[in-house]
Every structure is written in structure tokens, then in C-alpha cells.
């Protein structure tokens, strides 16, 4: 009796938000979506009566699978898709050619222009990435300042659970996102904090720090975080400038070490990222041989050009630098990388130039293209190698 | 040239990561949508050559614009609306029936499981609501344990600018939601954060504390932010149990106080909150005269008998109640409501109550509906008016 006062007053409520068309699609019904089974398929329904064509799409395991048509009948369209293997998912709809949130789901995740629904199939492979019973750390949403760049950044901190009741120090990761990205990806896509706190508490990965900024140089924050009338060029054509890397060691270290109970050393620092984050890692480990004993390079390979834009790629430079590095001895030299890839090429000759000059790295090759199931395997592979 | 090889990339990777159809939708085109002129109306355009019928949805004033159908020419939906207030609004496309985020436009706010587009139309009045050249407060998004509720539960606290390099203690400000919300839709849709940026740095508002709780009691956390496998009985269909109001007297205020340097007394707290969170603060400061000297009621009035499920309103007791309120003397009493709002008779009651009994409050009656350009301004005037 309770629940239907709450929702006839509820009813009432959406009523006067939208109309009738939006509320009619958002009213509870009796629509199970996504079902998931036991075995691990999915059965996706959307009510749309005057749709032709929808597909669901997702970026699910075995590929074959990753677009379907769902089947109309009646009003109802509705598909079958896997079983996929157990990991979380993004997916939409795409109704007669545009993309769709699931109207009946609220469980949406964004990297840069990419808004989709999440899901997770349950299960022991996908337990790393849910939200389970385990002290959780906290997560502090920051501006800093940025001399190097002339802006003030915001940034995220996690700091581990106990953190704030402890007088310990802790080493830190650095964590940096893809082009197109910004400082909330690796938090609302890549569930980083969860993974985080998953392999703290059964062990698995030290506690520490993790540091999340926007990696886009020009762009002081997520939008919505930033003046709506600021215009923001390109994100991965800023790539090329080496901007961002200065700022994150002459900006984004210090000031962590400033305002942190941070154990300030090579030995407790690491750093990763993928895509234009791997690309960064390279270039900020490479250039600052010294500064990082744990260093991880996702779903990026060696650029000769393209990345670089008008900058020219010296091979002797590169080498020279990895040779610094190799004197500097890091403890882990990480690389992770799918097997279909688009940048697999990239990733082969950046190996073939290692092999090359002897630096030792710990290789992961993935079924998995340039994607955010790997992006976050390779997290949860990468933090338990560090500070070991 | 670099920007060119940017783009060539970041659009292989789009093209891996998604089907074509999408990836149609998606790819940056020369459509410019919402485009805001300095009128102040507003064009939408839509790229959908499928669809016969689209609607542009918004929460804009005056309220005849606020469904409009769009025009098609060629595959090109457009509509111009407006000209609307200087504000922040909501928006969607209802696309044949389905509401559809804008699929060009990556500025999203949720509040449960309303997920819609956001856009502002610049001005002095919409400045507020603007990420401006400031300093910025920080968040933190930290677990919290509820012996209450047997529980641990997530809430967000924002701490004003410098707290972390001063030694002072804050006033703070709690600040409760509506049915169906959580503890992110005062940060993603409210602008909570960003509005008390802006009234501190003008001078206009004390620096505070706010903390933003999840008011529904049987859930401990945003979606996606608990176990994807918890069930989750309905919000505002809860609203009768009284349990979250306890959870926050004896849980959040005690923990807020111990972790966060605050002044600790009624001239230092206060507590607002809309439609539901409306009606938990005037059970809160009912149940405990003493405990809050600054109360605001957003968008709720007297309930007897719906919110209250099986349980018994007396009257009598809820006199006493305020009785003991008037003894108290709380420094504000704050009541807003829309001219418009489905809950505006309650309201009517709410303040007939008051005068019979002789609470004072200050009553703010604005164009508008059960809506977030309500409870944004309404922060934005309950804000100045505490802790002076």
C-alpha cells in the first residue's frame, strides 16, 4: 500500500516532467532488460512501435556477437546475444540508425562522446570489476594548479581505504586516459576505484594512491566541469605538442607530493595509461628516465609519425633514452595489447625496437581490440605487479 | 596536419569500437546542435533519416515551448525554441516514441533514471550555474558506516575552497534529495558544487560544508556504485519508514563531525532538501527543534496520509512538534514552491499550519514546476541566507 502511494505520486511527478510519448517508454513495465541468464546470455527488449530496425550493440565477447538485430513482434523487439564471456559491458541500441540509452536502464557510463549502458554478467571473472562487500577507499574530485599549462586542472584522487584514519605513506599510480577522454573515464567506464578497491582487499595489489587526470592539454576538465562557452580544440591532435607530459611532471607529481601522505620516490611511483595515455606514458617515462620504477603501456605502440604530427621521430633519440632507461633499471616495464587491435602494427615494432636495445618488459596479448574490457583487465593485471 | 592525423585515427577507432550506423551518427559533421544565440532561443537539429516524428523536450520557460515538434527537411530534424530565461537546462529528443540523448553533444546530467542532455544559455542570470574562473571547492566521495541501517553507504561531501590548506572549521549544509535520486543528482543535474563555487568567491554565501547523502534507506549507493545484482525496492515508495531521518541524526551529522573540521552546533547546521528530501527535512527538524537553526523546504507541502503510507498523521502531534520548534528559534525558516508544482496545495496547508501554529518562515513562490531550474535557484537563494 505503501509502494503504490509512492508510485501514483511518483506517476504524477514524471507526468509533468516530459510527455507523454517519454513517459509511457520510461514507465515500469513489466520489460525485463537486459535478462540476464545464468548461462551466460543476454536477452535485450526494447518496446518501440515505430522502429524498423534495431540493433543491439555491445562490446561483448566472442565478437561474432557484438551487433544483432533484434527481432519485432508485436511492439517488442528483442534479441539473444552470447554467452559472453563474464566481464562487465558496454552497450546501446541503435533505433533506425541513431544510438540509444536503454530507456528502462539507468546504468550509464561515458568516455568522452561515448555514452553508453553497462552491465555486468556475474560471475568469478567479473567480481573484480563489482561492487562488493570490501572496504571501499574514497575518491577526491580536485582542482590544482598547472604553471606549465597557465590553468587551473581538475583532477582525481583515490586515495585507499584507511587512508584518512592512518598516518601511513603510500605509493602512487598515475593513470592516464585515451583521446577523447578526460579525467572521469577511467572512474565511470574503467571502474578503476573498484578494481582498486577489489585487489586492496583480498591482497592482490598494495594499497596506494591512483592520480587521474585529463590528459587533453587544452582542456581544463570534463565537460560540464569546464565554462560552457569555452571552446576545446581536438583532443587527440593534441597529442603531438609533449604539453601534458611536461605538466604532469612539473605540475601533477609535485603537487601530489605536496598535498598527499605520498611515499615521494621512484620506487613508489608508477605510471600507465592506454591509447594516447600509453603514447604519454612513453614519452614522460622515456624523457624522465629516473622518475618511475613501474611503468605500463596499454593498447599503444611505437609512433614514428602520424602521433607526432610535425615533430620529427629521431630513432637515435629513442634509443638513446631507452638506453637511460635501462641504466635506470625499472622494476616492471608492462605492455598490454589486443589481438586485433588496431594499433597491434604499432605494438610489434615498438617490441621489435625493445628487443633491440634490451629493455626487458612483462608482455599481455589479449582477445580484444582497442577497447575498455581490455583497458580494464589490463589495470587489474598491471596494479598488482607494482610496489612489490 | 597533426589535428588531420588526429582525427584519422580517433575515426579508426570509433569505427572498431562501434557498427557503421552509429558511427554515422557520431562522426563530427557539420551540424552545429544546440546552437544558442544571443536572443536567447535556441536551434536543435537532428540528423535522423529514418524517423517520421521528432519532439525536442526541454525544461526551458516559458512552458509552451517546452515540447516542440521538429521540422524534417531532407534528414535534417530541426526546431528552433525560444527565446527561453537565461538558465540551465534539461533536454532530450524523443525520437518515434523513444527518448533519445542528443547524440552530438556529450554534456549529460542524470538524477535517477532521468538521463538527459544539459545546455546553458549564457547570461547574468545563468552565471551561477556556470563553471567560472573561481577557486574551486573540492568533493570527496567517501563510504560512511550506517549502524542505523546496518549498512555502509556512500555520500558526497564538498568542502569549500581552502579547506584542505587552512586550520579553520566550516558551518555545513546537508542537503537531501527527491524520490527516485540519489547522492550524485545534486552534483550532476543541481550543480550543487559549482553554484556554492560561485556564491562563495562573489561574497554572497559563507564558506561551507555540504554534504549530500542518498536519502533512500534500503540503497547504499548511486547505480553502478553498488552490487549490479542488489535488488533495489522503490524510492519514494520508502519515504514513509522515517529510517533514513533517523540514519541521519545519529549516523551522517556524527560522522560528518568527527572527520571534517566543522563547527559543531545548531548556528552551524543546516539541512534542506526537495520533494521527498523536502519531507525528510521537516520530519528531521520536527523530530529535532534543537538540532538545526537554518531549514529550507523545497517543493513539498503538508503531507497527511499518501507519503505516510500506513502510518498515522496526528495532527496534534505534529502542533507539538512545531511547538517545540518555535521555542528552538531557527534563524531561517525557508519554503519554496512553483506556481506550478503538482505538490503546490500541500504547500498551501503546509503554510496555513505555520501561521495557525505561528512558526515563521520566508516563503519564495517562482514560476515554475516539480522541476531542477526550481531547486537550483532555490539553493542558490536558501545558500546566502545561512550561517550569517
Known amino acids: 500500500m505503501k509502494k503504490n502511494f509512492g508510485i501514483l505520486i511518483l506517476s504524477c511527478l514524471l507526468l509533468l516532467l516530459t510527455n507523454a510519448d517519454a ?17 551466460g546470455t543476454i536477452t535485450f527488449r526494447l518496446k518501440a512501435p515505430n522502429a524498423r530496425k534495431v540493433v543491439v550493440s555491445g562490446t561483448w565477447s566472442p565478437k561474432s556477437f557484438r551487433s544483432v538485430e533484434m527481432v519485432k513482434k508485436d511492439s517488442i523487439f528483442e534479441a539473444v546475444v552470447g554467452p559472453v564471456v563474464r566481464d562487465a559491458y558496454e552497450y546501446e541500441y541503435i533505433i533506425d540508425g541513431i544510438p540509444t540509452l536503454d530507456p528502462n536502464v539507468n546504468l550509464v557510463t561515458r568516455d568522452g562522446a561515448w555514452i553508453q549502458n553497462m552491465l555486468i554478467v556475474p560471475g568469478e571473472a567479473s567480481k573484480v570489476y563489482e561492487v562488493n562487500d570490501v572496504p571501499h577507499g574514497s575518491l577526491q574530485t580536485i582542482w590544482y594548479p598547472s604553471p606549465s599549462l597557465n590553468a587551473n586542472r581538475r583532477m582525481q584522487v583515490y586515495l585507499p581505504a584507511g587512508y584518512e584514519d592512518s598516518k601511513d605513506s603510500y605509493p602512487v599510480m598515475y593513470l592516464l586516459h585515451g583521446g577523447g577522454g578526460d579525467e572521469e573515464c577511467w572512474l565511470s567506464r574503467g571502474r578503476a576505484n573498484i578494481i582498486a578497491d577489489n585487489l586492496i582487499a583480498s591482497g592482490a595489489a598494495k594499497k596506494m594512491i591512483i592520480v587521474i587526470t585529463n590528459g587533453n592539454f587544452q582542456t581544463p576538465a570534463a565537460p560540464l566541469n569546464r565554462n560552457s562557452t569555452m571552446s576545446i580544440a581536438g583532443g587527440i591532435g593534441a597529442m603531438a605538442s609533449g604539453k601534458f607530459e611536461e605538466s604532469m611532471v612539473k605540475d601533477v607529481v609535485p603537487f601530489i607530493e605536496k598535498h598527499y601522505r605520498v611515499k615521494a620516490d621512484p620506487q613508489h611511483r608508477a605510471l600507465t595509461g592506454f591509447s594516447m595515455g600509453g603514447f604519454q606514458t612513453q614519452n614522460i617515462s622515456n624523457a624522465n628516465p629516473t622518475m618511475f620504477k613501474y611503468i605500463g603501456v596499454m593498447s599503444m605502440g611505437l609512433f614514428s609519425s602520424a602521433l607526432r604530427g610535425a615533430s620529427d ?33 604499432s605494438g610489434v615494432k615498438l617490441r621489435a625496437l625493445y628487443d633491440e636495445v634490451g629493455l626487458h618488459y612483462t608482455y599481455v596479448e589479449n582477445e580484444g581490440t582497442h577497447d575498455w574490457n581490455s583497458w580494464r583487465m589490463y589495470l587489474k593485471t598491471f596494479m598488482p605487479l607494482c610496489f612489490q
Open 313 to 345: 621521430y629521431s630513432k637515435d633519440k629513442h634509443v638513446a633514452q631507452l638506453k637511460a632507461l635501462i641504466q635506470a633499471k625499472p622494476a616492471v616495464y608492462w605492455i598490454g595489447m589486443g589481438k586485433d587491435d588496431f594499433l597491434y602494427d
Open 23 to 39: 513517459l509511457a517508454q520510461r514507465t515500469p513495465s513489466n520489460l525485463v532488460s537486459p535478462e540476464i541468464h545464468p548461462d
